[in-house]
C-alpha cells in the first residue's frame, strides 16, 4: 500500500473541511489500508480523523484478517455484544463535519446519525473518489494486466474457439468466466452474452436463448485480478455473414468508438468524450439507439469516477483510466457495443486493450 494514500486522502479532508471520514464496504478501504471488509451485516469502518491516527473498528472475528501495520492506522475489535456505532461514535469528538463511505449500509448511518445530533454529513465519495479516478504508473500496470487478460479471453472468442451456435447465451457465458478466471482473474464480475434482437439490451442476463446463425453475439465481460483491479471489455462476432444494414450500423461504431478513444485525452471535457461519439453516430441516423453514456472510470471497482457522460464537465486528468464503450441497440432486431479501457495522458490516451475491433464474421 503507498502510504501517502492516507496522507493525501487527509489533505483533501482538509481542502472540503471534512473533519472525519467514515470508510466500510467497498474499495476505499483497500485503497487506503490494503484492508477489504467482508460485506457483512457487522459494522467494519476506518475511521480518520483530520489530524490523529485513523482507527479500523472491526468484528473480533474478523480481526485476524487484517495485516495490521501500525505505522498506518490503529486496530480496534469490537466483541460480539458491544455496540460499534457507540464504539465508532466515541472515536469521533465532537466533529462538525463527517463524510461517510458512499457505500456504508444506511443503517449505519441512520444510527450514528442519532449518536451525533448536529452533524454535517457528506458523501465519503467527495473525498476519495477524485483521488482514487487518478491511477499511480503501478495501478495503470495492473489494469493493464487485468486488461491483457480480458483480451486474451475476447481473443479466443474471435477465433471461434469458444462454440456460439447450438449453445445457449448462459452455456457461452459460463464458459467466458471459467477463462477468465484461466486468464489470472480471481473472480468473475459479468459475463454478459447477448444473441440476435437480446444484443438490443445493453445489460441482457445471458439466459436459455440458444445462439443461431446468423445472429450477432454481443459479448461484455470482465472480473477482478488477485491485486484487486478489474477487467471490462465488449466485443461483438457475427455468425455467418451479418446483413447490410448491421454493417452499417456497426461501422458507424467503430468509428464512433475511436474518435472517442482519440479525444480522451488529458484536458478534454469528460462530457466532450460522449459528445464526440452522439454526433458520429447522430449523424449517421442512428442517435436515437444511443442509450447510454459512454463511460465509466474503472479501477479497484468496475465501476467509479470518472463517469464520462453529458453534463460531467470536468476536464480528464492524466493518468484517469476508464472504459469508452459507445453502442446501438435497435429494439427488436439487434444491437452491437465495442468498449475498451483507455488512460488518458497528458498527449494523448492509450487503450489497454489490444484485439481487434472490427466485427468479425465466424462460421459455424
Ligand atoms: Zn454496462
Ligand atoms: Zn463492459
Ligand atoms: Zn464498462
Given at each position: 500500500m503507498e502510504p501517502n494514500r492516507l496522507v493525501r486522502a487527509r489533505n483533501r479532508m482538509s481542502e472540503l473541511g471534512v473533519d472525519v471520514c467514515l470508510l466500510s464496504v467497498g474499495a476505499d478501504l483497500p485503497y487506503l489500508i490494503g484492508y477489504e471488509a467482508m460485506p457483512l451485516e457487522r459494522l467494519t469502518m476506518l475511521v480518520v480523523p483530520r489530524e490523529g491516527d485513523p482507527t479500523l473498528v472491526v468484528p473480533r472475528l474478523e480481526a485476524s484478517r487484517v495485516e495490521h501495520d501500525p505505522g498506518l492506522f490503529r486496530l480496534v475489535a469490537w466483541e460480539e455484544t458491544e455496540d460499534p456505532v457507540a464504539l465508532v461514535a466515541g472515536l469521533?469528538?465532537?466533529?462538525d463535519v463527517v463524510a461517510i463511505g458512499d457505500h456504508t449500509w444506511a443503517r449505519f448511518l441512520i444510527e450514528l446519525q442519532a449518536h451525533l445530533p448536529g452533524v454535517r454529513w457528506r458523501k465519503a465519495g467527495g473525498v476519495i473518489a477524485a483521488l482514487r479516478a487518478v491511477k499511480s504508473l503501478p495501478e495503470i500496470k495492473a489494469l493493464a494486466r487485468a486488461s491483457a487478460a480480458a483480451d486474451r479471453v475476447a481473443g479466443a472468442l474471435q477465433a471461434g474457439e469458444i462454440p456460439l451456435v447450438g449453445r445457449t447465451e448462459a452455456e457461452v457465458s459460463a464458459e467466458i468466466g471459467r477463462r477468465l478466471i484461466a486468464e489470472g482473474h480471481r473472480k468473475v464480475n459479468f459475463a454478459i452474452v447477448a444473441a440476435g434482437p437480446n444484443a438490443a439490451s445493453p445489460h441482457h442476463e445471458a439466459g436459455e436463448r440458444v445462439i443461431e446463425h446468423g445472429q450477432v453475439v454481443l459479448c461484455d465481460f470482465g472480473g477482478t485480478m488477485p491485486d484487486g483491479y478489474c477487467s471490462d471489455i465488449t466485443r461483438c462476432v457475427h455468425v455467418g455473414d451479418p446483413p447490410a444494414d448491421f454493417v452499417d450500423l456497426y461501422a458507424v461504431l467503430q468509428a464512433a468508438q475511436a474518435v472517442a478513444v482519440g479525444a480522451a485525452t488529458a484536458g478534454t471535457a469528460a462530457s466532450e468524450v460522449d459528445a464526440v461519439a452522439r454526433r458520429l453516430i447522430a449523424d449517421a441516423g442512428y442517435g436515437e439507439w444511443f442509450i447510454h453514456r459512454i463511460g465509466h472510470g474503472i479501477g479497484l471497482d468496475a465501476h467509479e469516477d470518472p463517469y464520462l457522460v453529458e453534463g460531467n464537465d470536468e476536464p480528464l486528468l492524466a493518468g484517469q483510466v476508464f472504459s469508452i464503450e459507445p453502442g446501438i441497440y435497435v429494439p427488436g432486431r439487434f444491437g452491437a457495443r465495442i468498449e475498451d479501457i483507455v488512460v488518458a495522458t497528458q498527449d494523448g490516451s492509450r487503450s489497454l486493450n489490444a484485439v481487434s475491433h472490427d466485427l468479425v464474421v465466424l462460421e459455424g
Open positions: 469521533m469528538g465532537s466533529p
